[in-house]
């Protein structure tokens, strides 16, 4: 009887003892779950926030099991390569995954898997580095929106303001952040003050693996040589 690719040894070099039992087992729960379910979706992610996708994937827990983490270690758990795939096809899976990527095993119909990523995202404030969406700029005024007791902190980010009679104003017009421009620090504390939440959480499907087929959602990805079967 041919031994199973499943028991075969995985060799994770150049990493502490509790580190390569980590992603050792990491490797393992993998492959478990390639037994259980019937579906293996990669999805790249888009401005991450750790509480939102643990509440998506929370909701989703009865029919499907997360992976996000190392891609190399995912990697390794599917096979790189045709000789090393756990299933017949898996290869094309592990070489998507790259950049903010991970993996969604399920046993939901292709549809409504579809449906549920295609219209899920969550906005949130914009943190340091991210890219603005819109420019936000102050005009000259009294700024209605922040109480007297803010302006100090307000001086402290940039801000051209003072005191009027115990009114926050603006002596001159003031460019928060700029579309297309990485959000500063300054920024970012600006807009959360003024509750604008500027960043969106998505998650898009690259593609789907299944026993029977492989499916592509993105085409022409960058340095892929992937053709769907």
């Keep these: 009887m041919p031994k199973s690719k499943r028991d075969r040894a995985v060799t994770l070099s150049k990493t502490k003892k509790k580190g390569r039992e980590h992603k050792e087992n990491i490797v393992s729960s993998i492959r478990d779950a390639v037994e259980k379910y019937n579906s293996i979706y990669v999805f790249s992610f888009e401005n991450m926030r750790n509480l ?40 094309k899976v592990s070489k998507l995954l790259r950049g903010d990527s991970g993996l969604c095993l399920t046993n939901m119909p292709v549809e409504e898997a579809q449906r ?23 005009k000259e005024g009294p700024l209605d929106q922040f109480t007297h007791e803010m302006e100090p902190f307000l001086r402290k980010q940039g801000m051209p303001v003072r005191l009027n009679k115990g009114v926050v104003e603006l002596v001159g017009d003031f460019v928060v952040c700029e579309e297309g421009n990485p959000v500063s620090p300054e920024a970012s504390r600006i807009l959360r ?6 960043a969106t959480f998505k998650l898009n499907l690259i593609c789907r693996w299944s026993p029977e087929d492989f499916e592509m959602y993105q085409e022409g990805l960058q340095g892929s040589d992937i053709e769907s079967s």
Excluded: C, W
């Design 116 to 138: 549920i990523f295609s219209e899920y995202e969550d906005y949130d404030y914009a943190r340091t580095g991210s890219i603005a969406t819109e420019t936000v700029e102050l």
């Design 193 to 198: 003050l003024m509750e604008m939440k500027m």
């Design 52 to 91: 939102k996708f643990k509440q998506f994937r929370e909701q989703l827990k009865s029919t499907s099991r997360f992976f996000l983490g190392s891609n190399k270690v995912m990697q390794v758990a599917l096979g790189r390569s045709e000789s090393d795939e756990m299933r017949p096809g898996l290869h």
